[in-house]
Nanobody, 121 residues
């Protein structure tokens, strides 16, 4: 059974940093793309960043230059380093694993349950 588990969320002041982790288990994920999404209160879930199995990285415009995604294939783990956080970054952050090329949330194959990030002003 596949499990995807996020950790590292919490409360931080604006301008601060957090590091999220996501561990996938139940199969070998080294050949799949690992993705981060986020869902602010009362808003749609949105793509944040992704890392392909070969190490290519992708970012949404609203986090480019502030967030960095990395992965450790040996540990089936992906990280999201978030710097210079803003109140608008407040959201539940979800990790998702995908086999295909689409970045749409509806096309992700496996999801974690999310970790809450709250940025105070």
């Amino acid at each position: 059974q596949v499990q995807v588990v996020e950790s590292g969320g919490g409360l931080v002041q604006a301008g601060g940093s957090l590091r999220l982790s996501c561990v996938a288990s139940g199969r070998t994920f080294s050949s799949y793309r690992m993705n981060w999404f986020r869902q602010p209160p009362e808003k749609e879930r949105a793509f944040v960043a992704a890392s392909s199995w070969s190490g290519n990285t992708y970012y949404s415009d609203f986090v480019k230059g502030r967030f960095t995604i990395s992965r450790d294939n040996a540990k089936n783990t992906v990280y999201l380093e978030m710097n210079n956080l803003k109140p608008e970054d407040t959201a539940v952050y979800y990790c998702a694993v995908s086999e295909g090329s689409s970045f749409a949330a509806s096309d992700m194959d496996y999801w974690g349950t999310g970790t809450l990030v709250t940025v105070s002003s």
